[in-house]
Each structure stands twice: as C-alpha cells, then as structure tokens.
C-alpha cells in the first residue's frame, strides 16, 4: 500500500541542502506502485517532482504538489560473448553501479565514477565526465507515462542524447519516469585516457597498463580534488552548462582573450569552458552571502550553510550578467531549477 506523506522537509534530498518541503511525498520501490498511483485521477492534475538523489536540483521554494521518490532497486547481468548486459532500477545509486560493474571487469563505466546521483537519472541529462558520456553505453530505459499509465521503451535514438541534454529534459519533460536502464557495456575494455590530467596521473602513480579500477581510482582522485563533496558543503556539481558557440561568434573573444579555454565541438562550433570565463570575471573562490563558488572549481556553486535556493538562484543570475558582460556569452543553467 502506497504511503503519501505530507508536509515532508527535502532538506535531507537535494545536495544543495537548501530547505522546502514537499506537500505531498511518495517513495516508489516497484514499477507497478507507478500505476497504483496515477490510478487516483487526483495525481495526474497534481504538480509533480520526480527526485532521484537530488544532486542536480535547486529547490526554490516549498513544492506544492507531490514529490515521487524513486527507489526501485535491482542490478541484473548478462554476457554474451564478450559484451555484457547490464539492467539496472531507477533507484540504484550510480556509484554502486559502477563500482559492481568494475569488481567483475565490465567495461565502459570507468570514466563515469563518483558522479552522485541515481541511475534513472542518468538519461535525463546525459551525463558526462572525463570524455565519456552515458549514451556511449547506453542501450535503452524503460519509463512510465503519466497519461496513459503504460510503460514504453526508449531506444538511444529516441533518446534524442545531446550534451547535457535528452528529449526528457525536452520536449518529454515531466511526462515520463524512467524505472530502468539497460547498459552495453564489454569484457575487453576501451579505455578513454585523453581527457585532462587522467594520463598524467595514472604516469605519476607508474601505471603503464592500466586496469578498470586503476581508471576509476584515478578519475574518482581528480574528482575530489576538484569538486566539493556535498556531504560537508552543499552543492549539485557544475551549475553552469559548458556553452557552445559558433567558430564566428568565438573568433572575437579568442582575439581578445587569447588564454581562453576551449574544445572543438564539431560542426563549426566551439565549447568554452565556463569555469575559465566565471573565474576571469573575479568569481572563483568568492563567498557571497551564504553562497558563493567553490575554491577550486567556480563552475560549482555552493551552500556555505543556510542559503536558500532563491539566495542561490540570484547569485547564479549575478554571475550570468557579469561574464555577458565581459564575453558577451549567455550561460545556461545546468541544473534543473525547481520552482
Ligand atoms: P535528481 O537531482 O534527483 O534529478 C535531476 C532531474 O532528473 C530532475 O529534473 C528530476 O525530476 C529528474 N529525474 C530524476 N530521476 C528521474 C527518473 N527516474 N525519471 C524521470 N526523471 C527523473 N553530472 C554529470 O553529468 N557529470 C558530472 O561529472 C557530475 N558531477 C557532479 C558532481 C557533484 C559533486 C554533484 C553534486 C553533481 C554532479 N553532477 C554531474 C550532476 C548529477 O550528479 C547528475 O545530473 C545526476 O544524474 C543527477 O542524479 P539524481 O538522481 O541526483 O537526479
Ligand atoms: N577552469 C578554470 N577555472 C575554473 C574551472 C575550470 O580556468 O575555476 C578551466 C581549466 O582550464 C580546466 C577547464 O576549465 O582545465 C575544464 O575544467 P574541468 O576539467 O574541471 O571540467 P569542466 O569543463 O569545468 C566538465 C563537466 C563536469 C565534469 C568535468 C570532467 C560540464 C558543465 N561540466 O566540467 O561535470 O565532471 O567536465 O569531465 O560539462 C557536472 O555536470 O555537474 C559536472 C561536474
């Protein structure tokens, strides 16, 4: 029997730790309590928030209507040859995902270590890190539709994966819950050394052939060097997306600013790195408030403590206006402002 709760503080839910309360509040831990629910016409006219692990959310104010906590567990494998098949519940913890894939030598999630979150999560905005992204593993979710109560499944392709981006944070939006993803992952693996210092630090620590976990070790030091850990300090990871602008429109800056940090991202166009462009604004490290951005990263936002998520929000508009200012660059926001 389903539990809906109300008047529950999210302050326990969302990395950020900011304080709102949920009206309503209901754990899901099987598919089928999906279909139970919305049965009660009175959920489909309800504003609704599906929560995994809350690290990619601000919370701007209470949430007036119902707050569906995913957690449908379950890890199952299968190999064939030497690919494996991996389905994993919305509601397993990414980490633990990679860390069982990693103990029994299944390739291709090595790169995405440490990234916080859930695994139904993982498609909404297709989550990247350290030159991998999800839908390089991706097979296929299934996902619940709120309308019809029916479950359908979403190959890659109608994914539609782009950076940070998927059509459930687009033209699907709110339409659909995923309950599971199915992974192809290998046995033989593919390593990604390329990006940033991963090389450089595997050479540090003498490794010149490299095994899963040796990667995963490495990508998870870089990470704790880099980002605040939200146990200790609020925060939802870059809040910032990298923008991406024409080779036109960045020939001017690179004029101007021949330091700036970019990446080619295809089709004539450029990605910036908005960490680079907050810090040369005078951001990086600065406390505001109870807000502010973090010493080592100012992509990332922070909660020193007590900041609320509006606090949060006018800071990041802040910051918006002043790297326009200098760069004539928009920022968009990464993380999914919840209002
Ligand atoms: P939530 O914050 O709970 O939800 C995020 C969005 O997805 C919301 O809109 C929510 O409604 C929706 N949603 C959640 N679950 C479901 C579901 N089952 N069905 C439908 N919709 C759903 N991200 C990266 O890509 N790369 C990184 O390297 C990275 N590093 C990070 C580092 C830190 C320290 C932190 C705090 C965050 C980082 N992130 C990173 C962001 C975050 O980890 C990911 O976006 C993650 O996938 C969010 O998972 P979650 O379960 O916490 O999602
Ligand atoms: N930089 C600065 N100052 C800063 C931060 C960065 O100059 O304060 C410059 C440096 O030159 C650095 C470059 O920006 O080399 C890139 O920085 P970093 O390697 O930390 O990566 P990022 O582009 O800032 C992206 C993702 C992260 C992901 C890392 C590693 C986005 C929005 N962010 O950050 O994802 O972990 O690459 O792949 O694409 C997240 O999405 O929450 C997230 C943390």
Redesign the pocket.
């Known amino acids: 029997m389903l539990q809906i709760q109300e008047n529950v503080s999210l302050i326990n839910f ?2 950020f730790g900011v304080e709102a309360s949920a009206h309503y509040f209901v754990e899901i831990n099987h598919k089928e309590e999906l279909a139970e629910l919305f049965m009660d016409p009175q959920w489909k006219q309800t504003p609704m ?9 601000l919370l701007l104010n209470d949430f007036a209507g119902l707050v569906i906590r ?1 957690n449908i567990r379950g890890i199952e494998h299968r190999i064939s040859h030497t690919d494996i098949h991996v389905e994993a519940g ?2 397993e913890v ?1 980490n633990d995902l990679v860390n069982f894939c990693i103990a029994r030598g299944y390739a291709g999630l090595e790169n ?1 270590s ?5 695994v ?3 498609p ?6 350290y030159g991998v992204e999800l839908k390089d593993v991706f097979q296929s979710c299934e ?1 619940f539709e709120i309308a019809t109560c029916q479950f359908k499944t979403f190959t890659k392709a109608d994914c539609k994966f782009d950076y ?1 981006e998927s059509v ?2 687009s033209e699907l939006k709110g339409q ?4 599971s993803v199915k992974f192809l992952l290998s046995l033989v693996p593919n390593f990604n050394l390329k990006y940033g210092v991963i090389e450089q630090e595997l050479t540090a620590r003498g490794i010149t052939k490299p095994t899963l976990k040796d990667v995963s070790q490495v990508v998870s030091h870089i ?1 704790v060097s880099k ?4 146990s200790t300090i609020g ?4 809040f910032f997306k990298n923008p991406v602008i024409s080779t036109a429109e960045f020939s001017p800056i690179h004029q101007q600013h021949p330091e700036v940090v970019n990446y080619p991202a295809g089709d004539g166009q450029v990605k910036l790195a908005a960490g680079w462009l907050i810090e040369q604004c005078g951001w990086k490290g600065k406390v505001v408030g109870n807000t502010g951005t973090w010493k080592n990263q100012a992509l ?1 936002l922070v909660n020193h403590g007590g900041a609320t998520g509006e606090e949060v929000y006018s800071f990041s508009s802040q910051i918006i206006d002043s790297v326009y200012t200098k760069f004539g660059v928009t920022l968009q926001r ?3 402002i ?1 209002s």
């Open positions: 969302n990395t928030l599906v929560l995994g692990g809350g690290s990619n959310m995913i919305a509601g990414w995405l440490l990234i916080p979150g859930s139904g999560a993982s909404i905005q297709n989550i990247g890190a996902a940070r459930f944070k659909y819950i995923i309950v990470r980002l605040p850990d939200p925060n939802a990871g870059s990332v990464e993380v999914n919840i």
